[in-house]
């Protein structure tokens, strides 16, 4: 199995800066794309930025300019730099990432995994 553990969230004034991190755990092989999603109260959880292996972006337009991704391959680590914070951002934030592991039984097999969601408050 792969797990994601994610850190780095808390409550933070508007105008100020939260880096989160998410670590895969597992024999893993390769990580293709991972990604930052969130879901604030009452709405959908929705994508805010990902990175593919090649370091390839995407961001959500609301977060352009003020957010960045990263990863690094050999920590199997992504990490999402997020600055000029509002309290729009306010929002669970969850990590995401696909790729292939090693199971239990020996078989080389893909992966899609949730973090468990780090929660991020801004205050006006």
């Known amino acids: 199995q792969v797990q994601l553990v994610e850190s780095g969230g808390g409550l933070v004034q508007a105008g100020g800066s939260l880096r989160l991190s998410c670590a895969a755990s597992?024999?893993?092989?390769?990580?293709?794309?991972m990604g930052w999603y969130r879901q604030a109260p009452g709405k959908q959880r929705e994508l805010v930025a990902s990175i593919a292996s090649t370091g390839s972006t995407n961001y959500t337009d609301s977060v352009k300019g003020r957010f960045a991704i990263s990863r690094d391959n050999a920590r199997n680590t992504v990490y999402l730099q997020m600055n000029s914070l509002s309290p729009e951002d306010t929002a669970v934030y969850y990590c995401?990432?696909?790729?292939?592991?090693?199971?239990?039984?020996?078989?080389?097999?893909?992966?899609?995994?949730w973090g468990q969601g780090t929660l991020v408050t801004v205050s006006s």
């Open positions: 995401n990432a696909e790729g292939t592991y090693l199971s239990g039984d020996y078989i080389r097999r893909t992966f899609h995994a």
């Open positions: 597992g024999i893993i092989f390769s990580i293709n794309t």
